[in-house]
């Protein structure tokens, strides 16, 4: 072969091998945007299984995120920030107020609301008087001397102040004075939040709490269902759960904050200082997504609530803002 003919075909051969080369890497995720590293989570105990179960379809997408889920009371979780300096990535809370209040604007920028509950009352089929339990007498069995129920820390979760937002709007509902010696009856079954009493449940040391719909249902409970004008279900009854009120711990430690009663509406943001805001935009973005993690919550007990105006719109990061209203 001559020279200039071997020449030739090198030639050829590299031009095929720099096409193949280049068509094989235009298939390829460029390296900016891979989504890696841990991303920490701050969230309700009540979130503990739809978040696990997101967690687990997002990272199939995503096999290099490594999700840290800490469970806790809303407010607790929110002291880890204010108080002890901890950082997360996302805060996931059972009151949207919580962050309104507590961490925004110092160490959140901007709240979205995406899902609701609703208190119920659960038991299990052995609890004392379970068979004869209904809308009309509950309260009538949770006070008697040989039934012990158990709720939440008002001052760490907000389930605990709602189970007494239930207990005072009963006195209105049944006109009777229930609230005053239903909080002062079993002290001692106060837990931090409000999946501790399941155990507690479980184990036959209570017969009844005040718990999440959600909770129950992701838990195989038995529960008794309150009517709305109690249950803190209706965003249309606000005016009428507005009633229900209660001084907690404030923001600094010997400070006290007034809680109302309002229905329901789950919170979510991404701190200040979050260390893996990309993985965390990504995380969010598929949470509240209809086809993904707002899927799951609802197969949960936890229903999806419409995008609301957001008064941080303009903070709110691009990839979210379809999921929240300018004002």
């Not at 889920?69 to 979780?77: F, I, N, T, V, Y």
């Not at 155990?199 to 009517?227: G, T």
């Not at 086809?291 to 008064?311: A, C, L, R, S, Y």
Request: with cysteine; glycine share 4%; charged share 25%.
């Amino acid at each position: 072969m001559k020279k200039a003919n071997y020449l030739i075909i090198l030639f050829a051969l590299s031009i095929i091998l720099a096409c193949t080369g280049k068509s094989d890497r235009s298939n390829e995720q460029p390296a900016d945007s891979v989504i890696s590293g841990k991303l920490v989570i701050f969230h309700a105990g009540s979130l503990s299984v739809p978040l696990k179960e997101i967690a687990q379809e997002f990272r199939k997408i995503n096999p290099d995120v490594e999700i840290l889920m800490e469970a806790a009371g809303s407010l607790a979780c929110a002291r880890k920030m204010t108080e002890l300096n901890q950082e997360c990535d996302i805060i996931a809370v059972s009151d949207y107020k919580v962050i309104d209040n507590m961490l925004i604007p110092k160490y959140c920028q901007w709240n979205i609301p995406f899902a609701g509950n609703e208190m119920i009352i659960a038991f299990r089929p052995d609890s004392k008087l379970a068979s004869e339990i209904k809308t009309t007498n509950w309260f009538e069995i949770l006070m008697r001397k040989d039934v012990h129920f158990g709720r939440s820390d008002p001052n760490s979760d907000p389930c605990g102040y709602r189970s007494i937002f239930t207990m005072q709007l009963s006195d209105l509902f049944y006109k009777k004075d229930i609230s005053n010696s239903m909080i002062l009856k079993d002290q001692k079954y106060i837990r931090p939040k409000e999946t501790d009493l399941i155990a507690l449940l479980e184990e036959k040391e209570l017969d009844y709490i005040f718990i999440y719909l959600s909770v129950a249902i992701q838990h195989h409970l038995n529960f008794l269902v309150l009517p709305d004008s109690i249950n803190l279900k209706k965003p249309e009854l606000d005016k009428l759960y507005s009633g229900a009120k209660l001084e907690i711990l404030g923001i600094k430690p010997g400070q006290k904050q007034l809680v109302q009663g309002e229905s329901m509406i789950y919170g979510i943001s991404i701190p200040e200082k979050a260390s893996n805001r990309k993985a965390a935009e990504a995380f969010l973005a598929f949470l509240l997504s209809p086809e993904n993690g707002m899927k799951i919550m609802k197969k949960n007990g936890q229903n999806p609530i419409p995008p609301k105006v957001n008064t941080n719109y303009d903070k709110v990061p691009l990839v979210l803002k379809k999921f929240v209203l300018e004002k």
